[in-house]
């Protein structure tokens, strides 16, 4: 299975604030891509992201949670990627998320929360056309 984690396209959900930039959400967005070309190795035109700028009464979140503060700049990233990637290709991931975010955006690390979602099988994608993706080709 782990050959399929590198040739399934990773699909990003954003979710934050609409009193943000475009500017900044796009950071946000390349930060992301960036870590995920080094840390999960995809191929650098695999960018498929959904951005949703939410007003700040559609955002919920404690104002602290496991002694981390939150506020109304908080980041919302879901990743939802093929099962096989090692724990520290993940701990790679979230760091070079966030530290991109953090450097480029400046969104500090404490308002950017990820969720790795992880899909096992080719039977649980479509890129198109309606038919499961055959990934003998590749």
């Not at 093929?82 to 404490?110: H, M, V, W």
Request: proline share 3%.
């Amino acid at each position: 299975m782990a050959y399929l984690s590198q040739y399934i396209m990773p699909l990003v959900r954003i979710t934050l604030s609409d009193s943000y930039q475009k500017e900044t959400i796009d950071f946000v967005s390349s930060s992301i891509h960036e870590a995920l070309i080094e840390a999960f190795f995809i191929p650098k035109d695999d960018y498929f992201h959904i951005i949703e700028s939410l007003s700040e009464k559609h955002l919920k979140y404690p104002n602290e949670y496991l002694n981390i503060k939150h506020s109304s700049k908080i980041v919302y990233i879901q990743v939802f990627a093929a099962k096989g990637r090692t724990i520290q290709q993940k701990e790679c991931l979230y760091k070079k998320i966030t530290d991109g975010i953090k450097s480029r955006a400046e969104i500090p690390s404490n308002e950017i929360i990820i969720l790795l979602i992880e899909i096992e099988g080719k039977e649980n994608w479509s890129f198109g056309n309606g038919i499961i993706q055959n990934f003998k080709h590749i």
